[in-house]
């Protein structure tokens, strides 16, 4: 059996059983939310204007709200904005939805065992394909800039956040971690799993170091440990759901030398697998260039996409890292706290 995921799609009907709103209006909210204004979001789209209007009011409708009000003035000569009742619509719809589709995830590796490659505790071959290793490394040499202090070692409902995300890998795999800090080299240690300081690591200058600098550790790591393939995850992004990497190891199992890349409706983002065969322009990126600009028009990528929208969040800021402590304790992410 060739690859399979499931697809769902969700909408909300009237009593009469006709849509009032699903996927397209949840879509077009955010880009007026993104735009400012139903035009330049129906033009995003590449929908009609006459028809993205129509959304709009077939929803307003069924909920017996506005769900834009018009901003007057600005640069722009005035737009529209989601209204409150819209963006609590857009919340309760975006929870639900994710809840479906973890139901329907997990309903879907019952019922087709053989769709996906299963993880065990049985070694790397359960989770790598036949006479394969893969490896993962979680990449925590940053030094959170934007976040104003140590990101990494934040709470997370009782975790550090780099502990969250080192607990996404499935049990099987090994794991290595980049680390520039004394607090991350701790958790690691912790939890008796390798550790590499990015080439060239110096206390006094580490802040300055770009991403390229970790990538380059990871992939000389994957090339002396002498795996096949190596899933580049950042330490930052503690939301990643084991069954999206299990889907990504299928993708790589049967085709083993493409990259791999986690995405949502389509938009590829991390964590990214990369075959062996990129190790060596991995080792050469330089300044802030990440393991992408090694990526080559004539290279193949394949998107895998994720079972949660919030798997592909990254705690750069307080607000993301309150966001992904409101999923955790709302119950719809597993974060890695999960086997």
Not at 21 to 27: D, L, M, S, V
Not at 106 to 129: M, R
Request: glycine share 12%; charged share 20%.
């Amino acid at each position: 059996m060739g690859d399979m995921r499931p697809s769902v799609r969700t909408y909300l009907v009237n009593d009469e059983g006709e849509r009032v709103f699903g996927p397209g209006p949840a879509e077009l909210l955010r880009r007026i939310r993104e735009c400012g204004s139903l035009r330049a979001a129906s033009i995003s789209m590449g929908m009609a204007y006459t028809k993205a209007l129509a959304l709009v009011r077939t929803a307003e409708k069924g909920l017996g709200s506005p769900l834009t009000t018009r901003v007057v003035g600005g640069a722009g000569g005035g737009g529209s904005t989601p209204t409150p009742e819209a963006d609590a619509l857009l919340a309760a719809y975006e929870r639900w939805t994710a809840s479906v589709n973890s139901a329907a995830g997990a309903q879907f590796d019952a019922a087709f065992p053989h769709g996906t490659v299963a993880v065990s505790s049985a070694g790397a071959d359960s989770v790598s394909g036949e006479g394969r290793v893969v490896g993962a490394a979680v990449l925590a040499a940053g030094h959170s800039v934007r976040y104003g202090k140590n990101k990494l070692v934040e709470p997370l409902l009782g975790e550090p956040v780099v502990a969250r995300t080192i607990d996404c890998v499935p049990a099987g795999m090994p794991i290595v971690v980049v680390s520039a800090t004394p607090e991350v080299d701790a958790i690691a240690n912790a939890r008796g799993i390798e550790r590499v300081r990015p080439d060239g690591f110096d206390e006094d200058v580490a802040a300055t170091l770009g991403q390229s600098a970790s990538v380059r550790a990871a992939a000389a790591f994957a090339r002396d440990a002498g795996w096949d393939a190596c899933l580049f995850l950042p330490g930052d992004q503690p939301l990643v759901e084991h069954g999206s990497v299990t889907r990504m190891l299928g993708v790589s199992a049967l085709r083993p030398d493409v990259l791999v890349r986690l995405s949502w409706r389509g938009r590829p983002a991390s964590p990214v697998l990369f075959p062996s065969n990129f190790y060596e322009a991995l080792s050469s990126v330089e300044g802030d260039a990440g393991g992408s600009s090694v990526v080559g028009e004539g290279d193949v990528c394949v998107s895998v996409e994720a079972s949660l929208p919030w798997e592909l969040w990254d705690i750069d800021t307080p607000d993301d890292l309150r966001r992904a402590r409101e999923i955790l304790e709302s119950g719809l992410g597993r974060g890695g706290s999960c086997q």
